[in-house]
């Protein structure tokens, strides 16, 4: 199974830092985020794609041709329209089903090796502020029903973090242009997606989002409890 890692982001939150270094070589407790997120990566995936833009050169020179003992395929991101359009670079390098995650984030291992075993999934954790994120709506069923992507009055405080087991059908799904952010989300298409298949809604109990500077040192004092 292919890892997609969504890396082009500017990360304008982290500045000045993201200046020099890109975001997902932030180093968190000594290690960059992209060795951390890899190094939890479950056993089932055997290649990585990157979509890189931004600093992309750094990215390039700390990862190489292999990186944690798996091949790493580069993709450009030439402009900055969103996950989804990020996402749909990646079309001609994916076949069957794959994992999406964001180059930004540090995550336990045990859900995202649950989450694999699955047809599709979205990975949901608890979150202080909800409105940062995208909230989770679910079906009686306890399947996905919606993503709802930075509400002003949220549900619950259940968020996606961004993580997912997709297949190619997600390429199927219409892009449209968010209203709000004026980005492709992918979020969107996953709302798409589910309104025609079962999503599982898999629980994360690890999960780090580097957003701010102020995550950092939360995250390092956070770090010895993961598993």
């Given at each position: 199974m292919k890892c997609v890692i969504l890396a082009a982001g500017k990360g304008t939150r982290l500045l000045p830092l993201t200046e020099r270094?890109?975001?997902p070589l932030i180093e968190?407790?000594?290690?960059?985020?992209?060795?951390?997120?890899?190094?939890?990566?479950p056993s089932s995936v055997d290649e990585l794609i990157l979509v890189v833009s931004h600093l992309h050169e750094a990215i390039r020179a700390h990862c190489g041709d292999v990186f944690y003992n798996l091949p790493v395929r580069?993709?450009?991101?030439?402009?900055?329209?969103?996950t989804a359009h990020a996402l749909a670079q990646c079309k001609p390098y994916v076949s069957g089903k794959f994992l999406?995650?964001?180059?930004?984030?540090?995550?336990?291992s045990e859900a995202l090796a649950r989450m694999a075993t699955h047809t599709y999934a979205v990975l949901a954790a608890p979150s202080?502020?909800?409105?940062?994120?995208?909230?989770?709506?679910?079906?009686?069923?306890?399947?996905?029903?919606?993503?709802?992507?930075?509400p002003a009055a949220p549900e619950s405080n259940l968020v996606s973090t961004g993580v997912m087991v997709l297949d190619e059908q997600i390429f199927a799904q219409t892009m449209e242009e968010s209203k709000t952010l004026k980005e492709y989300l992918l979020p969107d298409l996953v709302n798409a997606l589910a309104a025609k298949n079962p999503?599982?809604?898999?629980?994360?109990?690890?999960?780090?989002?580097?957003?701010?500077?102020?995550?950092?040192?939360?995250?390092?004092?956070?770090?010895?409890?993961?598993?």
């Open positions: 270094i890109p975001k968190v407790a000594g290690k960059p985020l992209l060795d951390h997120i890899v190094g939890a990566l580069y993709v450009m991101q030439d402009e900055p329209r969103g999406v995650m964001l180059g930004d984030d540090i995550h336990g202080d502020h909800p409105e940062r994120f995208g909230v989770i709506s679910m079906k009686e069923d306890g399947t996905l029903a919606r993503i709802t992507e930075k999503v599982h809604v898999e629980q994360q109990d690890a999960w780090l989002p580097i957003n701010r500077h102020e995550d950092i040192p939360l995250a390092e004092a956070q770090l010895a409890t993961f598993r």
